[in-house]
């Protein structure tokens, strides 16, 4: 272990696990003190060696003798330092890691089609400079998938340089201080800043970076209203709302099946928060699935992709078991005249444990009734038990989890769900 090693450990100790970060007047007398300086000798610049001694270092080691739980100073520093059992702590430093995503190394980036999302999105980085970007969507739509993509044209284009590249996913639902130790830890290693939304944003000033956070569906409370924080999350708030007001040349990019509403209501064409909604594939990149696949009979591909939305998951799903069950058939498959859940289960599952008692109360009624209906006759049917204002907020949060359709027909909006929710709904959820 050498000085800069022995800093680095105590240093994220102390962040991690104390919120403590070492100043740099700290950092430099351990690293002298390393190195085997007595106070008088030491050349800190703006400190006299004498108030090092008597003011700061009698509190720095009883600091890192409390963190360590064995007495260090100045002169056992290095034996401690080698004989301490650092496994012990490194549970608390290992688990910080798992959030960071080497994106370069990211298998299944086949893409088929989203050529305008990548070019819309590249425009609003690069040429736009916008300083967050979300990207929301179903399960299983596409999202991660689309930004892998966008990550390595961005990567392999000369022209593009940022500082650097950073991928984190939410999946572990990591607090924002964990987060932000992480995050703050990669853009300005080992030294020790506070994990604070401040601190970010002036890294986020000083180089130009991408971030990416994946999957930010998980800091939002299930069986809520699109877009509520869990208990314990709200500040992530804050963190947006700053990111996207700050002055900064950096972008924060996310991706998620809701969107926070600090976000929604920035959105705009010449704000720099921009929200790309994705929708299903179009029907050739979908054809390309079934393709791929070895699926015949084209014919009646058509049908199925629209039946599905083209939600790519589900058309991958649904392409392995007409091929197990069909022989790839899928004529024969569309002769049984059924809508197949199967795997396409944990998909559904995985967005309906996030809604509200009011939004499972609507779904269930719209997957009861046979026509596409609008708001005044679904008033007519929740009023007086739910207002109408209750109503369009549940009606909105149902929308922005792309979970109800909404097709315009004589200057109005009508209101359904997809065949694959409504047989869901009808089939297997149990209320
Ligand atoms: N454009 C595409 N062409 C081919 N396959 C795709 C495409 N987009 C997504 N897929 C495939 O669909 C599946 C789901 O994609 P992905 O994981 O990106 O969805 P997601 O929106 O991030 O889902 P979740 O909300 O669950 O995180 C993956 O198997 C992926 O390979
Ligand atoms: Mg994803």
Redesign the pocket.
């Known amino acids: 272990m050498n000085s800069e090693e022995a800093l680095s450990l105590v240093c994220k100790l102390f962040t991690t696990k104390y919120e403590m970060p070492l100043t740099p007047l700290e950092q430099e007398i351990i690293r002298q003190s390393w190195e085997g300086r007595e106070y008088k000798d030491m050349q800190i610049a703006g400190y006299s060696s004498a108030y090092v001694k008597t003011n700061i270092a009698p509190e720095l080691w009883k600091k890192i003798s409390k963190v360590l739980g064995v007495t260090v100073g100045k002169k056992n520093l290095r034996v401690v330092f080698h004989n301490l059992p650092w496994e012990k702590f490194s549970t608390k430093l290992e688990t910080r890691k798992e959030f960071v995503h080497n994106w370069q190394n990211m298998s299944?980036l086949?893409?088929?089609?989203?050529d305008q999302e990548l070019a819309t999105l590249q425009k609003w980085i690069l040429q736009d400079e916008c300083r967050l970007v979300a990207i929301s969507?179903?399960?299983?739509?596409?999202?991660?998938?689309?930004t892998g993509n966008l990550l390595q044209r961005l990567a392999s284009n000369q022209e593009v340089r940022f500082a650097n590249i950073i991928w984190l996913s939410l999946e572990n639902e990591p607090t924002l201080e964990s987060l932000l130790t992480e995050l703050i830890d990669l853009l300005a290693p080992q030294q020790c800043l506070v994990p604070s939304i401040g601190n970010l944003i002036y890294h986020l000033r000083l180089h130009r970076y991408l971030i990416i956070f994946d999957?930010v569906?998980n800091i939002f409370a299930k069986a809520s209203l699109a877009g509520k924080y869990r208990q314990g999350y709200e500040s992530y708030g804050n963190l947006f709302k700053q990111v996207s007001k700050s002055q900064h040349q950096s972008c924060l990019l996310l991706?998620s099946?809701e969107i926070p509403r600090e976000i929604s209501v920035l959105v705009g064409n010449n704000s720099p928060v921009r929200l790309l909604k994705?929708q299903g594939?179009a029907i050739q990149?979908a054809k390309?699935?079934f393709r791929n696949r070895g699926l015949t009979e084209e014919g009646n591909w058509e049908n199925m992709i629209n039946l599905y939305r083209g939600n790519?998951?589900a058309l991958?799903m649904l392409a392995i078991m007409i091929w197990e069950l069909f022989n790839g058939k899928v004529g024969n498959f569309l002769a049984e005249n059924t809508i197949f859940i199967g795997q396409i289960l944990d998909?559904l599952d995985?967005q309906f444990v996030r809604l509200s008692n009011l939004e499972l109360q609507l779904i269930y009624w719209l997957a009861n009734i046979k026509e596409p209906v609008n708001f005044t006759y679904l008033c007519l049917h929740f009023e007086p038990n739910i207002s109408k204002s209750e109503i369009i907020t549940v009606l909105e949060s149902l929308v922005m989890r792309s979970l109800i359709e909404k097709n315009l027909e004589n200057d109005e909006f009508l209101f359904s769900l997809q065949p694959v929710i409504q047989k869901y709904v009808r089939n297997y959820y149990t209320k």
């Open positions: 299944d086949e893409i088929f089609g989203r969507g179903m399960a299983g739509i596409g999202k991660t998938t689309l999957a569906e991706t099946i994705l594939l990149p390309e699935i790519p998951l991958k998909l995985k």
